[in-house]
């Protein structure tokens, strides 16, 4: 047989098959995403996987008695638990009595969707209650018990670096920390945490080099090949990028054992064909689509990359790294861009060392880790080298993640706009070639008038029609988001500012300004995560206001050159169409926190709007205070704010009442809400709304509470 032959049935009908598969998938799962019921129940818990703050677990075959029969959900239950005497570890099975909830969705823009709990675990309900019993001992399978001995030796043999090496080689990220993760993702090497089809390639060769001395080819070579690679799968963290990359694998080995070569789409649509059948849901999964997308981008382009680069790059070595690392992240690009709102603009240059390295540290990690099992001074010797290489990576990573442009945020696209993108990457392929002419005749303008088509919904949607605000639902805590076209700035972070950092991310902005109306941390809290994450020009505070608390924040507005300015009473700022003025205070005084945030009047057109901050009845009641059409009421709803007078004096048609519930305060207060009532003012609650958006309208202000997207315009873009 013709080695060129490649082994492919014609027509390559599996990957239309593996189409279809994933179509009828995502349908199937998105349907029970939609139709998941809360009942009440008690029932047996298994493999308390995770133990995270505040009591919660994720419990894995969970059953429960139904008239008799026994039933179970499809997935796994991610339990809020009231506290328990005993401390659980993962491998307990425990009793509860428990209320199930079904996913919700993200209650503020571009926020964090309860369901992609589902994406991430295989979570399929949350739940609350209570445990009542537990087993004597965890009982851990074999899979865990078998990464619980490799975590130990890796620990034991590089310490401070064991953490790293151990995402790389496993694809265990849980002791990373938040500064070494950003790191990578800046620079572009985050890929390399997460175990894929690159580590199976390096785990493939140091398996073919160990057993160079086999015929090459053999069939027993193929079987202690393929058996060492499921014991890699066994081990690894990845499941589907694993399967996915050893199924590929096992299907060129054949095909080179038949004499022929492995057709790459056929091999990826039985990979993609075998694990939808097995776990529909797989089609969710953040890790299976990044593994597709990947491979789908070196299918299509690294031909064609590999032959431009030819031109300019001699060494077989670097070229081959270049195309291969510039195609895999051309096809990662619409995932990451989905999934995370940026672009890590210097990925390339990046992953030219990076690779190399992370190679390195696979290739000569694991059998330092099997050496350090069989005899601790036969590790010594490679594990320096390992160490070396780690540390290396580490600074390479650390000194290019602090370029400025290293990373660069863009609105987050629709999945029609990603579709349309593979397609694009399809034209370029040469697969499209296959096709006969007036196939491609007809392809190639449907392809290029899609692709415009989704760019002009696309870019659009970057800007919001009106200039608008946005009340976050943060719990009993402040942060709104005003934006007038590309300007935009934060009255207040709330506790994490993680919303805020979502929403900015999400439209690829920046901020004009952080305004703190005072230093409690429900108003402040979440200015280093903004600071970190989100481009900022300024950062106001209250004149007075006490900064002792913020040294961190304060080193971090310094080290990036971001000034930090006072406000006081008369100052106005203009910011894209906002005129926002000071009415209060002249001064911060101490102990007068509250007394003393800032009460700001920010008006677009002719449309107004009042922040309240903290401010006591007193303090209202002192100020002049104009008349408006949305006031953000004062503490939460605090019965201590909000008078009657206040009220008439200002007239509003609607207010927003920033509070989460339950709440140890009881926010807000039923007489506050009486006088809302009394006073014919629509009451907009974060509890129950959600976010609330005013957009200034030609007509006005609007006031609505937010309404997360449907599947249409998740899909196309379109509201």
Not at 619 to 639: M, N, Q, V
């Amino acid at each position: 047989m013709s080695a060129d032959r490649p082994l492919r049935v014609p027509g390559r009908p599996l990957v239309w098959l593996a189409l279809a598969v994933a179509l009828l998938s995502t349908a199937r799962s998105l349907n029970l995403l939609e139709h998941l019921p809360g009942k009440e129940v008690s029932g047996l818990c298994s493999a308390v996987v995770r133990e995270a703050e505040g009591d919660s677990y994720l419990l894995d075959e969970v059953t429960w008695l139904d008239g008799g029969a026994r039933q179970a959900p499809s997935g796994r239950v991610l339990l809020e638990a009231e506290p328990y005497a005993y401390p659980l570890l993962a491998g307990h099975r425990v009793t509860v009595e428990i209320v199930l909830h079904p996913l919700e969705p993200p209650v503020n823009p571009n926020g964090w969707d309860g369901r992609l709990l589902f994406l991430l675990s295989d979570v399929v309900y949350t739940a609350s209650g209570r445990i009542l019993s537990h087993s004597g001992e965890p009982t851990l399978s074999l899979r865990e018990r078998a990464r619980t001995a490799f975590r130990a030796h890796v620990d034991a043999l590089w310490g401070e670096e064991g953490g790293l090496i151990a995402a790389l080689l496993l694809g265990m990220r849980d002791e990373l920390s938040d500064q070494l993760l950003e790191s990578f993702q800046r620079s572009g090497a985050a890929h390399l945490l997460a175990v894929s089809g690159l580590h199976v390639g390096f785990v493939m060769a140091l398996v073919s080099f160990c057993f160079r001395w086999m015929r090459r080819n053999s069939w027993p070579q193929i079987a202690l090949i393929l058996l060492c690679m499921a014991g890699y799968g066994l081990l690894a963290v990845s499941a589907f990028s694993v399967f996915r990359a050893s199924a590929m694998l096992a299907a060129a080995l054949v095909a080179r054992r038949l004499g022929r070569r492995a057709d790459g789409p056929t091999s990826l649509a039985i990979a993609v064909i075998a694990a939808l059948l097995t776990q529909p849901r797989q089609i969710l999964r953040l890790g299976f689509l990044m593994s597709v997308c990947a491979v789908l981008g070196i299918l299509f382009l690294y031909r064609r990359l590999d032959a431009l680069l030819r031109r300019f790059v001699r060494a077989d070595w670097l070229r081959g790294t270049m195309a291969m690392t510039l195609s895999a992240n051309l096809g990662l690009l619409p995932v990451q861009v989905f999934s995370y709102h940026s672009i890590a603009t210097l990925s390339l240059l990046t992953n030219i060392a990076a690779v190399p390295l992370a190679a390195g540290i696979v290739m000569l990690g694991l059998p330092t880790v099997l050496a350090h099992m069989l005899c601790p001074a036969l590790a010594l010797a490679p594990a320096f080298a390992v160490r070396l290489m780690a540390r290396t990576l580490i600074l390479l990573c650390d000194s290019v993640a602090e370029v400025p442009f290293s990373l660069v945020h863009v609105p987050s696209p629709s999945i029609f706009v990603l579709l349309c993108y593979l397609g694009l990457l399809f034209l370029l392929s040469p697969y499209f070639m296959e096709f006969r002419r007036h196939l491609r005749r007809a392809m190639l303008p449907a392809v290029l008038g899609a692709g415009a088509l989704a760019l002009m919904l696309w870019l659009p949607g970057a800007q919001p029609r009106f200039p608008e605000a946005t009340f976050f639902s943060v719990g009993t805590a402040d942060c709104a988001l005003l934006r007038s076209g590309s300007s935009c700035f934060l009255i207040d972070t709330g506790w994490s500012g993680s919303q805020a950092v979502n929403a900015v991310n999400a439209e690829g902005l920046s901020l004009d300004a952080v305004i703190l109306t005072h230093k409690d941390a429900d108003h402040a809290g979440g200015l280093m995560r903004v600071l970190q994450e989100v481009p900022v020009a300024t950062v106001l505070v209250p004149l007075g206001m006490p900064l002792s608390g913020f040294a961190q924040e304060m080193a971090l507005a310094e080290e990036k050159g971001i000034p930090v300015r006072t406000l006081r009473q008369g100052d106005v700022l203009t910011i894209g169409a906002f005129e926002v003025r000071v009415l209060s205070p002249p001064y911060v005084r101490i102990g007068q926190d509250n007394a003393d945030s800032l009460v700001l009047d920010v008006s677009c057109g002719e449309a107004r709007m009042l922040f309240l901050s903290d401010v006591p009845q007193e303090t209202e009641e002192r100020l002049d205070l104009p008349g408006c059409d949305l006031i953000k009421l004062a503490h939460h709803g605090s019965a201590t704010s909000t008078s009657s007078d206040m009220l008439r004096a200002t007239a509003p048609k609607a207010a927003v009442l920033s509070v989460g519930t339950p709440n140890r305060y009881g926010f807000p207060a039923a007489e506050v809400l009486d006088r809302l009532r009394a006073a014919g003012v629509a009451a907009y609650r974060t509890d129950e709304c959600g976010a609330v958006i005013a957009e200034f309208t030609r007509d006005g202000l609007r006031v609505r509470a937010y309404e997360p997207p449907s599947l249409w315009t998740q899909w196309t873009g379109l509201d």
